[in-house]
């Protein structure tokens, strides 16, 4: 009921099953003290009363700090980071401000990836430090910190391997469960000469945080898992093994666990394993492998694929990929899990005539549904049951969100520089700057909000506008102007976060910028 009689509102409290949105409602209640004593459902009242000011006509997003670098900045949760991670600001106040500056170390100490971890606890761990928000940071010279997210502070590190060098990290299972993946081992000269094969690919070391614990570390052998294995990864507790022949493999890790763990590692305590003896996390020791897998496990899934690999998700469980033919470039099949069965309709091809392909992907929402966006429509699909039969599915477009396109406003005639004149012969492409394009699609998951960033020019510079969608819906509820210029030709990332855009973009001179803007209401309260 939203047309409620204020005279009514007035008179009785509204039942709770049928208690307005309204924002007003909300504060009235609370200064009243009638709100929940759930801190869950607090703060999903005040996200509900965030998003309807944000949506309204006289909110704007004024830019209020801007910031260059000479490398690559971050953002997550809050936090802006530059110079690899060295730099830590803070996007939660009215203007950015610096949360912290870590010492400036040498190239072989910097930090080349990082996660941020942080989330509320079911209960209290005895180490009062283990349960801060922290940022998990990997330095060229194999060691894992565990920084303060707030201070920089080292609450504690530890040494990977004085013998593999790490690289990335990723979660398997956020924020519980993560990773350290080592760079690719090749065969040396001396191994060549000598005849000798390095059948080891890689090492993963898996991890459990708050706190933080070993799980164990695996090597990545060629003789288990096949001499075309290129890559792996770890997500929601599967190992995913990809090969040079687009191939995937799919490997339960729990099964790996169980069967080849050898012995439980705990950090700091003494270790005599594999022939070498020292303490597990200690330089020079590092983490010894004690997951060793012999033979080949289980195989849960395998897939060809042409190009962009394979996603699972959905309800019920789904994967998208593209077949292993070049026939099928540029189509998305999306098929059951069960048997493998492409579902009804669920070849989905834009047949985009642009220079930059379509994107597909589940939603980050957790709906089941499916974004599959282009420069020119951004269809939001769902999976179904078909009618006739329950265990077979169909694909539904739930809605589509339509970028405006005005082929009048093109010029068909075009006069070169020497004045000849010359006759647009060609058709026009679905990214063709004259027109409205889709260039991101992202959730803000706490205002229930699909962001898009789509792209205009004016005479030579492009201009671009995040718009804000209602994500049950596809309806349009704002459009809020980006004043820095789009150039196609540098990287841009846009990112809005409750009440704060961030617009990160590459700019000439290979340098990078940061502009932030905040939420801003323009009407008076003065009568």
């Not at 394979?310 to 999306?334: A, D, L, M, S």
């Not at 579902?343 to 220079?355: E, F, H, P, R, Y």
């Not at 819906?473 to 150039?487: A, F, N, Q, T």
Request: hydrophobic share 35%; with cysteine; aromatic share 10%.
């Amino acid at each position: 009921m939203n047309g409620l009689d204020s005279s009514l509102m007035c008179a009785q409290r509204p039942p709770a099953r049928t208690r307005t949105k309204n924002s007003c409602a909300f504060l009235t209640l609370r200064s009243y003290g009638l709100s929940s004593n759930d801190f869950g459902k607090l703060l999903g009242a005040n996200l509900k009363i965030l998003r309807n000011i944000i949506l309204q006509d006289d909110t704007e997003f004024i830019k209020v700090w801007s910031k260059t670098s000479k490398s690559l900045i971050s953002y997550e949760s809050g936090r802006i980071y530059f110079d690899n991670y060295r730099c830590c600001y803070s996007s939660l106040l009215p203007q950015p401000e610096r949360l912290y500056e870590l010492p400036k170390s040498p190239k072989t100490e910097k930090i080349e990836d990082s996660l941020l971890c942080q989330c509320p606890l079911g209960n209290v761990l005895p180490n009062a430090s283990d349960q801060k928000p922290c940022l998990l940071a990997l330095t060229a010279n194999n060691w894992l910190y565990r920084l303060s997210a707030d201070t920089g502070q080292t609450l504690q590190r530890v040494y990977l391997s004085s013998h593999f060098k790490f690289r990335s990290l990723g979660w398997d299972s956020s924020p519980e469960t993560f990773y350290v993946k080592s760079i690719q081992s090749k065969q040396t000269t001396l191994e060549r000469q000598a005849g000798v094969d390095n059948n080891i690919l890689m090492r993963l070391a898996i991890f459990q945080v708050f706190p933080l614990e070993l799980v164990g570390m695996l090597e990545i052998n060629k003789r288990v898992f096949g001499k075309t294995v290129v890559d792996v990864l770890l997500s929601q507790g599967v190992l995913a093994v990809s090969h040079s022949s687009k191939h995937v493999k799919l490997y339960s890790f729990e099964y790996i666990l169980k069967k080849f763990r050898i012995e439980e590692l705990t950090l700091g305590h003494q270790c005599d394993l594999n022939g070498s003896r020292g303490i597990v996390g200690e330089a020079p020791y590092g983490i010894p492998v004690n997951i060793h897998i012999h033979e080949c496990p289980p195989v849960l899934f395998e897939m060809s694929y042409f190009e962009d690999g394979v996603q699972i998700g959905g309800h019920p469980w789904h994967y998208i990929y593209t077949p292993n033919h070049k026939r099928h470039r540029g189509t998305h099949h999306i098929c059951a899990m069960t048997d493998g069965a492409v579902a009804k309709n669920g070849v989905q091809d834009m047949k985009c005539d642009s220079l930059e392909s379509d994107w597909i992907f589940f939603h980050p929402d957790d709906s089941g549904r499916i974004i599959h966006a282009g420069p020119s429509t951004i269809n939001v699909l769902k999976i179904m049951a078909e009618a006739s039969c329950d265990w077979k599915y169909e694909i539904v477009t739930e809605f589509s969100i339509n970028a405006a396109r005005d082929n009048s406003a093109i010029p068909q005639v075009i006069v070169t520089s020497s004045g000849r004149t010359v006759k647009r012969r060609f058709q026009l492409l679905d990214d063709d700057p004259f027109q409205e394009t889709f260039r991101m699609v992202k959730y803000e998951d706490e205002l229930d909000l699909l962001a898009v960033i789509d792209i205009t020019h004016a005479e030579v510079e492009g201009q671009a506008h995040l718009r804000l969608h209602d994500n049950r819906k596809g309806v349009l509820m704002k459009r809020v102007p980006i004043k820095e210029p789009w150039d196609v030709t540098y990287s841009h990332e846009v990112y809005f976060d409750r009440d704060t855009i961030i617009h990160m973009v590459q700019e000439k001179n290979n340098t990078f910028g940061c502009h932030v803007y905040k939420m801003k209401r323009t009407h008076s309260d003065e009568p």
